[in-house]
């Protein structure tokens, strides 16, 4: 009797440090999951917060063009008025200048820029989001930046509304790019649009991606394609080529 009793002691023993196990177990599972559940929601904080500093960028900078255009088109009419008419610049300088048109990015845009890169390096982001990484045409170096990827009649493309940066002479240069998001990551060719074909793609690119991209544009979101056709020359847009 007294050696069942010591069996069902240490048979009640042992269950009990089963039970405490799997207590235990069963509070690290739920600390991991709000763990991870945490992460989620800063990277979420994160991301809707750059959104929003581009968001409000983009909004000054449309207020201030407004107000400069105002201000050089008065400008332009008290001096037509007063000047006599200058003789006509030379068309290869005016077009060199054109097909290097760059809206440099402040340090304000190149923080955010950096910041938005690594969160949608890790894989955040909205599905158009991607890293762009494209080699340098001098150091051969990687570069990368955030981009927005147009998806249009099964094509894809990528439209640079700041101009000629230096991603899009890279890319003119190597012909190729890499498109990365998280772990996976996507090597394409390049065909440099002809300005005749950019209308429609700059249409499409505007109008889906206004809030962040309209301050880029001298027309506005919902335009006819045929108010982009004189501007195809300032806007470089490549079309990806899958390999």
Do not use: C
């Not at 001096?79 to 300088?93: C, I």
């Amino acid at each position: 009797m007294r050696h069942r009793s010591i069996l069902d002691e240490r048979q009640s023993m042992s269950n009990d440090d089963v039970s405490t196990r799997m207590h235990a177990l069963k509070i690290g599972t739920q600390a991991a999951g709000a763990l991870a559940l945490g992460a989620f929601a800063l990277g979420a904080l994160a991301i809707g917060a750059l959104a929003i500093g581009r968001l409000v960028i983009g909004r000054s900078r449309i207020r201030r063009l407004e107000i400069d255009e105002l201000v050089v088109a008065r400008v332009d009419v008290r001096e037509s008025l007063a000047a006599p008419s200058a003789p006509t610049a030379d068309n290869t300088e005016v077009k060199k200048q054109l097909d290097e048109r760059f809206n440099q990015p402040t340090t304000v845009d190149r923080t955010i820029n950096k910041l938005f890169g690594i969160l949608v390096g890790l894989g955040l982001g909205l599905p158009h989001n991607y890293l762009l990484e494209v080699r340098g045409r001098k150091s051969g170096r990687i570069h990368s930046t955030p981009v927005d990827v147009l998806d249009r009649d099964g094509k894809r493309y990528l439209v640079a509304p700041r101009g000629y940066t230096q991603w899009v002479r890279n890319a003119i240069a190597s012909g190729t790019v890499s498109l990365k998001k998280g772990w996976r990551t996507e090597e394409f060719g390049t065909r440099l649009l002809p300005d005749d074909e950019k209308p429609e793609i700059l249409k499409s690119y505007l109008d889906r991606y206004k809030l962040t991209v309209q301050r880029y544009f001298p027309v506005l979101s919902g335009s006819p394609s045929e108010a982009f056709r004189p501007l195809g020359r300032d806007y470089p847009v490549f079309e990806l080529i899958a390999r």
